[in-house]
């Protein structure tokens, strides 16, 4: 049961990731390979604030998405100006860039040695320690994102994202700014990702920078390839999916290394197939 | 100081500049960001260091074959078959990348992840200093590749196809060439150059089973700074990363170099996208 409730938690902070990735990629048509770099701003944010300001799990939330939110502003003054493959390579390179300051500015982060002893979110005296109380209070935020990313599919303004997402220069030519679109929803999903990256904090209650590298991030967006670009179904089915796998083949009970590689070998695989198969994943609604 | 600056940027350049030219010739005939690139890169220097631990001629030729073969093999049985499905450059990216996946993985379940050194540490005398003779051909072979591609390109009858088939491979479809034919000759002389750097970036550097998608990241900085539209873009980007991050390297500390890369690519896109040495501007 503690094991079933851990993979809901683990679902919980993917589903999320998963989310807020395919309001860029799905919804946007903006490969970004990002959101790893979120992610663990958000996480950081949480665990230095908690650990060392003493500061309560909910108003540490606020702060990384603040941080997430200034910093997504900024790198999304940058970005907003490329389309297609160099959206990919220009957003790896964030990656990159805050992972190496995550690992190397020692003093803030601990450097490779990471945060640890992070508590348990706890709110007027209760304390969500039981791994059941902390996987509804993911479910919570699952649903928020989930209600979020529900909002903006149906609104106008994501009309107008998919309408740069099929052709930006036509768009353009209706008079919408599609930099300012672009930059939008780059800052909303950078924030939803911190959330995410405040559970994943207090639930393992140690961080490193080790877990938010390029390798997250292709990771996630894995996940919505296979899910469904564009589907806020799709990218929970795909979160479930893909945790699950590794999951399956522990009980093959291969060593520790040989599984890792099997299961990068699998999604490598299954990037392929899908692209051959069925572009825009399994609940998809867009075809790059 | 100034002087080990400046062999250091060459040195660092060409490893670089091989790579940056290579994907930007593929890139002219293919144009999509190829990660298996960076497979081969990585491929070539385990194979040098399966088949033999010291630096001969008689061991680069074969890797470099291999190399040339295994790039022809995913063209042919990868992305052509793709392509004539009318994928987009986006789904090719994405299937590269897992490809791209697949081979790390590989590699790391047949040597380990660890990092392995290769070489023996042979130095050549050039007169006034010596130098390791890895580094040595690293540099020779670069400027060789440089120019033998720049005559291929501009003097030769296949050359000019492949000019043709970049500036426009719709027309150059149209009136007649045979543009897959093409593609597959690129992607094998792309191989052959992607397995030189390989191997001798093996020997130099040692290996590790990410090091294919580190270097090839370098050579699309490179290529893209240089400006995309041609060879020597690529070539005189690979020295001007390099010689930055060894100024980075110098000034701050060693573990900056990746952040400083990025940076100086970031802000050049910012400022210049269309590279140092071009006017014209592209959208």
């Given amino acids: 049961m503690e094991y079933l409730l851990n993979l809901g938690i683990i679902f919980c902070i993917y589903s999320i990731l998963a989310l807020s990735l395919n309001m860029v990629v799905g919804m946007s048509g903006l490969l970004s390979l990002a959101q790893a770099a979120f992610y663990g701003i958000g996480a ?233 198969l069925r572009p825009q994943g399994l609940f998809g609604k867009y075809r790059m | 100081m100034l002087l080990q600056l400046l062999i250091n940027t060459l040195i660092v350049g060409s490893g670089y500049g091989l790579i940056a030219m290579a994907f930007r010739l593929m890139y002219s005939v293919s144009p999509f960001f190829n990660l298996t690139l960076g497979s081969v890169v990585a491929v070539s220097a385990y194979a040098a260091l399966y088949f033999t631990p010291s630096l001969r001629a008689g061991a680069i030729f074969p890797v470099v074959a291999i190399a040339a073969l295994l790039s022809w093999a995913l063209e042919a049985f990868a992305y052509k078959p793709m392509r004539d499905r009318r994928a987009s450059p986006m789904i090719l990216l994405v299937a590269s990348l897992g490809l791209y996946t697949i081979f790390e993985s590989v590699i790391s379940l047949a040597f380990g992840v660890k990092y392995h050194a290769l070489g023996d540490g042979a130095q050549i005398y050039l007169g006034f200093t010596t130098m390791p003779l890895v580094q040595f051909l690293i540099i020779i072979f670069n400027f060789a590749v440089f120019a033998g591609l720049s005559v291929f390109l501009h003097h030769s009858f296949m050359g000019k196809q492949i000019r043709a088939v970049n500036d426009e491979a719709a027309l150059a479809h149209m009136i007649g060439m045979k543009t897959d034919r093409i593609i597959m000759i690129v992607s094998v002389i792309t191989g052959a150059i992607l397995g030189l750097s390989g191997v001798l970036i093996g020997y130099d550097t040692g290996m590790e089973p990410t090091m294919g998608f580190n270097l090839l990241f370098k050579g699309i900085i490179a290529a893209i700074i240089g400006g995309m539209r041609n060879l020597r873009g690529a070539f005189f980007g690979a020295l001007f990363l390099a010689f930055s991050e060894n100024v980075a390297v110098w000034a701050f500390a060693s573990e900056w170099r990746d952040l400083v890369a990025f940076a100086i690519f970031i802000t050049f896109l910012y400022l210049r996208p269309q590279g140092i040495f071009q006017k014209k501007v592209e959208a």
């Fill in chain 1, 44 to 276: 950081y944010a949480t665990a230095l604030c908690m650990t060392g300001l003493g500061l309560d799990f909910f108003s540490t939330i606020l702060i990384g998405m603040v941080i997430n939110a200034v910093i997504a502003y900024m790198v999304g003054k940058i970005l907003s100006r490329f389309k297609g493959d160099y959206y990919a390579i220009v957003s790896a390179g964030l990656s990159i860039i805050v992972f190496s300051v995550l690992l190397n500015w020692k003093s803030l982060t601990n450097g490779p040695l990471g945060v640890f002893g992070i508590d348990k979110p706890s709110v007027g005296g209760f304390s969500f320690s039981s791994n059941a109380s902390f996987f509804l209070l993911c479910l919570v935020f699952v649903a928020m994102v989930y209600v979020i990313y529900y909002a903006i599919d149906k609104s106008a303004f994501s009309r107008c994202l998919k309408a740069i997402r099929e052709d930006e220069e036509l768009a353009g030519s209706f008079g919408y700014s599609t930099k300012r679109f672009k930059s939008i929803i780059f800052v909303l999903s950078a924030m939803l990702s911190g959330v995410a990256g405040a559970l994943f904090a207090t639930y393992i209650a140690f961080i490193d920078p080790s877990t938010f590298q390029l390798k997250e991030g292709i990771f996630l967006f894995t996940i919505i390839i296979v899910g469904g670009l564009s589907s806020a179904w799709g990218s929970v089915v795909g979160a479930v999916i893909l945790i699950s796998l590794p999951e399956a083949l522990r009980f093959l009970g291969l060593p520790y290394e040989t599984a890792a590689q099997l299961q990068q070998m699998i999604y490598g695989a299954m990037l392929v197939l899908m692209m051959v």
